[in-house]
């Protein structure tokens, strides 16, 4: 097997967490993962001040107290966080290793980057040959651009093992293994629905490693006394977060989410075998970043008696003051009936302003809010001062063939190899989402009032403007129920901003597991979004935690 570690989940993760992985056991190959819509634009404003940035700087940070170690282990490296200028973040590596007087190759892949001079960035995201090209000529260290997430551990795996493009199950196991890992703690117990039960309580999880086989098939685990778990839940929670449909669409093949079979291979440890692929689309997935306008926010606190007369009033004098194009109203009852303390008594009127004129979104909006200190509502005060509007984003998904982007390796050596596409393709296919699933007969069954979350866990999240939603029973019975109860209908019930909009349904059988997918949820995507919880990283636990008829004889206990 490889053994595959992950130090980092996105821009800002555990900043120690490279050093904890490289001292805390045995490992082939330690990955990070730096890049997200968000990070894109992030590296994008970088790149628009200096030329030479446009790469996740903490990365080199991190790298100058580790990269001896590394090299000491023969442990290889391999790091998106190249991001838009993986040749700058190489040259960086390099001047680092003379600095501390080592001797370092590294290679990188470079072609994502697609023209268009309308758009702040526009990346292809690119498979995982190149890195695998970078790795057959001896790199110590790999950086990318724009590649997948998983194509950090899926090229290492190709290099172990010399799969090629018509490896198709090889390619789908290795996928979800570096699905798994590529969000760090999560597969370890962070930000898990039942983090009350982990050993630890989920005080400080550790960092994934997963150990890939020649077949493809996987273990997920992790270090020896770190912290978190990682078990049948913690994986299936991680294997549903982002996801659509059962078919994972990719660039290197398609993975098939519904034939994933995972089993407890020991105290953390979690076997993942059956995944089955076939070939990937023609084109390849493009993300594209513009700069949408200019945003600010202003937050009224609404105290007592007549919240909702009190926030009216406050939409009248703003809507009069700047008018109503952009303004949104959002109004957070946090107050509780005869409270005795003011925070307790008190609503949030969030008041959003949208614009491309810098100058209406900014002090133009935040100080007629604040006039209206005096000349408002009973008790009026804010909690946010006058300030200045500042720039959001706005990602949109395109597609281009797959031949049309020039995908290449740059060696150690300094050798530019170019990247052959696949030659052979398929048309992404419609999975047919199941917005009703077949009713389950429970007339006369015994039901009890509780909350959904008793029964279920739940792992949401962000991709683009869309959310997705996954839900998965912790018992057979469990899942009985919940595939027949918990429909898209059901979900407009349950979460009334889905009702709407456009929702996509997927069965998992094989995970116990029903998968939304809720279209146009988060607006223009996380940098724009005014939603309180932009990247849906809430709703599920928000799902959970409704008060629901739940059948009596089922009872809370984890399958396993």
């Known amino acids: 097997m490889i053994r595959v570690g992950n130090a980092s989940g996105f821009y800002g993760d555990r900043f120690t967490a490279w050093r904890e992985m490289l001292d805390g056991g045995e490992l082939d190959v330690l990955t990070g993962d730096y890049l997200a819509e968000l990070t894109m634009m992030i590296l994008g404003r970088d790149r628009a001040r200096d030329a030479e940035l446009g790469y996740a700087r903490t990365f080199l940070r991190q790298l100058e107290g580790c990269l001896g170690t590394a090299l000491n282990r023969g442990v290889r490296i391999v790091t998106n966080a190249g991001g838009l200028n993986p040749a700058g973040l190489a040259a960086a590596i390099g001047a680092l290793a003379e600095r501390l007087g080592l001797t370092v190759r590294v290679g990188y892949v470079e072609g994502d980057a697609l023209p268009r001079p309308d758009a702040l960035t526009a990346n292809a995201y690119l498979g995982a040959f190149g890195i695998a090209a970078c790795l057959d000529d001896g790199a110590d260290v790999v950086v990318t651009g724009r590649v997948t997430d998983a194509s950090l551990v899926v090229g290492p795996a190709i290099a172990r093992y010399g799969w090629g493009r018509d490896d198709l199950d090889a390619l789908a196991g290795a996928t979800v293994a570096g699905h798994l890992v590529e969000c760090g703690a999560q597969v370890t117990g962070g930000n898990f629905s039942f983090f009350t039960e982990l050993p630890d309580g989920g005080h ?264 997705n939603l996954g839900v998965w029973a912790r018992t057979e019975a469990g899942y009985d129920w919940l595939r027949g109860w918990l429909t898209a209908a059901r979900l407009a019930e349950l979460l009334p901003e889905t009702a709407p909009l456009m929702v996509r349904r997927y069965e998992l059988p094989n995970l116990r597991a029903v998968n939304f997918v809720i279209e146009g949820l988060l607006g223009p995507g996380v940098a724009g979004s005014t939603r309180f919880d932009p990247q849906a990283k809430a709703l599920g636990e928000l799902l959970r935690s409704r008060l629901v008829d739940l059948p009596a004889d089922l009872t809370t206990e984890a399958g396993r």
């Open 204 to 467: 400080r999880p550790g960092f994934p490693i997963a150990e890939v086989h020649a077949d493809g098939s996987s273990v997920i685990t992790k270090h020896p006394g770190t912290g978190g778990a990682v078990t049948v839940e913690t994986v299936t929670a991680q294997l549903l977060y982002e996801v659509g449909g059962p078919a994972y669409l990719g660039p290197d093949v398609v993975t098939r989410l519904d034939t994933v079979t995972l089993r407890a291979d020991g105290p953390d440890r979690v076997h993942v075998s059956g995944v089955r692929g076939t070939p990937p689309p023609p084109t390849l997935k493009v993300g594209v970043t513009n700069l949408g306008g200019f945003r600010n926010t202003m937050t009224f606190v609404l105290c007592g008696l007549d919240i909702p007369a009190k926030a009216a009033l406050v939409r009248r004098q703003l809507t009069d003051a700047v008018g109503t194009e952009g303004l949104e109203f959002t109004l957070a009852r946090t107050d509780h009936a005869d409270a005795v303390d003011t925070e307790a008594a008190s609503a949030l009127l969030h008041v959003h302003l949208r614009d491309g004129d810098r100058a209406r979104a900014g002090r133009a909006f935040s100080a007629a809010a604040v006039e209206l200190a005096l000349a408002s509502y009973p008790g009026c005060t804010l909690t946010t001062p006058p300030g200045d509007a500042t720039p959001y984003g706005v990602f949109t998904a395109e597609a281009v063939p797959q031949e049309a982007v020039p995908h290449v390796a740059v060696l150690p050596s300094g050798e530019r190899v170019a990247v052959a596409p696949p030659t052979r393709t398929e048309p992404a296919a419609s999975d047919g989402s199941a917005d009703v699933a077949p009713p389950v007969d429970d007339a006369g069954r015994p039901t009890r009032r509780g909350a959904l979350g008793e029964l279920v866990g739940a792992r949401s999240g962000d991709k683009g403007g869309d959310a």
